[in-house]
């Protein structure tokens, strides 16, 4: 227990707060980085396809069939 004074606190009502006022900042950012690497893997995607379309025309310029 801590004791300032008038008030005193106890270990569980400190690490109890502790738990609610750190959760809420460690799940915010969980969350945000979660969302940037799921756009950045998304846009990694899209590149790969890109690419692959890209090799795909320039192979069928250089060799046409007809």
Do not use: H
């Not at 004074?5 to 502790?18: D, M, P, R």
């Not at 995607?45 to 890209?54: G, V």
Request: include cysteine; aromatic fraction near 10%; glycine fraction near 4%.
């Amino acid at each position: 227990m801590l004791d300032f004074g008038a008030v005193s606190i106890e270990w569980k009502t400190i690490v109890f707060q502790l738990f609610v006022f750190l959760l809420f900042p460690v799940l915010l950012v969980a969350g945000c980085l979660g969302i940037v690497r799921s756009r950045y893997n998304e846009k990694q995607t899209r590149i790969r396809d890109l690419e692959k379309r890209i090799e795909a025309l320039e192979r069928e310029r250089n060799d046409p069939k007809s």
